[in-house]
């Protein structure tokens, strides 16, 4: 069985990237919190996951955004998110594409990036600047199911006690993002 | 209950095929000329994937990009003179034209009429594209063949 050599394998993913024919690129990260899958359309940065299963997240890409997927560099989220995880970006300068994400879950995402770096908020204070002060589980929902955690501070929501409650990545993960920041002594 | 066929992902469909086509490229050009013309094949095979409307035959697709992007290799590789002393018929390639005469035939024989007559390809690779073997290439070639009289004596 003939296997294709890196630098051909590696040119043939960039021509592909930068040909204007892929519905999304996907890249894989080492991350110092773990492996993660940072995807992106045309139009922006659109999905961030922990421990990715690859095959099972190219299915998903391919359903919301085309068949066309491919694993290809994408080099300025990585360099961002690096800048992040060493404590010198506190915020990030990307596009982002937040396509099939309903209205309510977008106001509330909206309303989340504003929240600044090393601050936290609660789900009941986000439901109440979306004018749904009773949602506050409804909150809690939209931030398990955030597509671009990391980028989409959801890492700053907790509970209304300060407990961090619950986070897509993990407890431990949220605990570690938010020492990072500083929001945590 | 009979499996939809849908077409993957187009990371799986690369990953699947682009050894065996790498490996095809270099049997029919030279490992020089195999890596410019593995990139081309993938990338018309990208343009074109969102025209697939099922996930059948996926490696003969495959193989058939690959076949075509070979043979313009060898029609640019043809010395200028030749070319202009041909005549003019000999400006289409064979293999436009056996596409355009084996449409209708069922997927696995036009892909083995297309191959075989059109590209030119051995039964051994054409078994290969078909995931079958070579009698088997040779059995779907000529039933393709069957087929196409048949339907030009109607």
């Given at each position: 069985?003939?296997?294709?050599?890196?630098?051909l394998?590696r040119r043939?993913?960039?021509?592909a990237?930068?040909?204007?024919?892929?519905?999304?690129a996907y890249?894989?990260f080492?991350?110092?919190?773990?492996m993660l899958?940072?995807a992106?359309?045309?139009?922006?940065?659109?999905?961030?996951?922990?421990?990715?299963?690859?095959?099972?997240e190219?299915?998903g890409?391919?359903?919301?955004?085309g068949?066309?997927v491919?694993r290809a560099p994408?080099?300025?989220?990585r360099?961002q998110l690096?800048?992040?995880f060493?404590g010198?970006r506190?915020s990030?300068?990307?596009e982002?594409d937040?396509?099939?994400?309903?209205?309510?879950?977008r106001?509330?995402?909206d309303?989340?990036?504003?929240?600044?770096?090393?601050?936290?908020?609660t789900?009941?204070?986000?439901?109440a600047q979306?004018e749904?002060?009773r949602a506050?589980?409804a909150?809690?929902?939209?931030?398990?199911?955030?597509p671009?955690?990391i980028?989409?501070?959801?890492?700053r929501?907790?509970?209304?006690t300060?407990?961090?409650?619950?986070?897509?990545?993990g407890l431990?993960?949220?605990?570690?993002?938010?020492?990072?920041?500083?929001?945590l002594? | 209950m009979?499996?939809a066929?849908?077409?993957?992902p187009?990371?799986?469909?690369?990953e699947?095929?682009?050894?065996e086509?790498?490996?095809f490229?270099?049997?029919r050009?030279?490992a020089?000329?195999?890596e410019?013309?593995?990139q081309?094949?993938?990338?018309?095979a990208?343009?074109?994937?969102?025209?697939?409307?099922h996930?059948r035959?996926l490696?003969?697709w495959?193989?058939?990009?690959?076949?075509r992007v070979?043979?313009?290799?060898?029609?640019?590789?043809?010395?200028?003179?030749?070319?202009?002393?041909?005549?003019?018929?000999d400006?289409?390639?064979?293999?436009?034209?056996?596409?355009?005469l084996a449409?209708g035939?069922?997927p696995?024989?036009?892909a083995?009429?297309?191959?075989?007559?059109g590209?030119?390809?051995?039964?051994?690779d054409?078994?290969?594209a078909?995931g079958?073997?070579?009698?088997?290439a040779?059995?779907?070639t000529?039933?393709?063949i069957r087929?196409?009289r048949?339907k030009?004596?109607?």
């Amino acid at each position: 069985m003939t296997t294709v050599p890196d630098s051909l394998d590696r040119r043939f993913r960039a021509a592909a990237a930068s040909s204007g024919l892929l519905d999304v690129a996907y890249d894989l990260f080492d991350s110092p919190f773990g492996m993660l899958l940072l995807a992106a359309s045309p139009r922006g940065l659109c999905r961030i996951s922990y421990d990715p299963e690859p095959e099972r997240e190219t299915e998903g890409l391919a359903k919301r955004f085309g068949l066309r997927v491919l694993r290809a560099p994408l080099d300025d989220p990585r360099r961002q998110l690096d800048e992040y995880f060493e404590g010198r970006r506190h915020s990030f300068n990307l596009e982002l594409d937040l396509v099939g994400v309903g209205p309510f879950p977008r106001r509330v995402l909206d309303e989340l990036a504003l929240v600044p770096y090393g601050e936290v908020t609660t789900y009941g204070r986000l439901a109440a600047q979306v004018e749904r002060p009773r949602a506050a589980r409804a909150v809690g929902t939209v931030m398990n199911r955030n597509p671009l955690p990391i980028v989409l501070p959801c890492h700053r929501v907790v509970g209304s006690t300060g407990k961090l409650v619950g986070y897509g990545g993990g407890l431990e993960r949220k605990e570690r993002l938010l020492r990072l920041e500083g929001a945590l002594l | 209950m009979m499996d939809a066929v849908t077409v993957p992902p187009f990371e799986r469909f690369y990953e699947t095929w682009s050894g065996e086509i790498l490996a095809f490229l270099r049997r029919r050009l030279g490992a020089a000329d195999a890596e410019d013309a593995f990139q081309e094949t993938f990338l018309r095979a990208l343009r074109g994937y969102d025209g697939l409307e099922h996930g059948r035959e996926l490696r003969a697709w495959a193989y058939t990009i690959a076949a075509r992007v070979a043979a313009d290799v060898h029609r640019r590789r043809r010395p200028a003179a030749e070319a202009v002393e041909g005549t003019a018929d000999d400006s289409r390639p064979a293999y436009a034209e056996i596409e355009h005469l084996a449409d209708g035939l069922p997927p696995t024989e036009r892909a083995a009429v297309v191959l075989r007559y059109g590209y030119d390809l051995s039964y051994e690779d054409i078994g290969a594209a078909l995931g079958s073997n070579a009698d088997a290439a040779r059995q779907a070639t000529s039933s393709g063949i069957r087929r196409m009289r048949r339907k030009e004596l109607q």
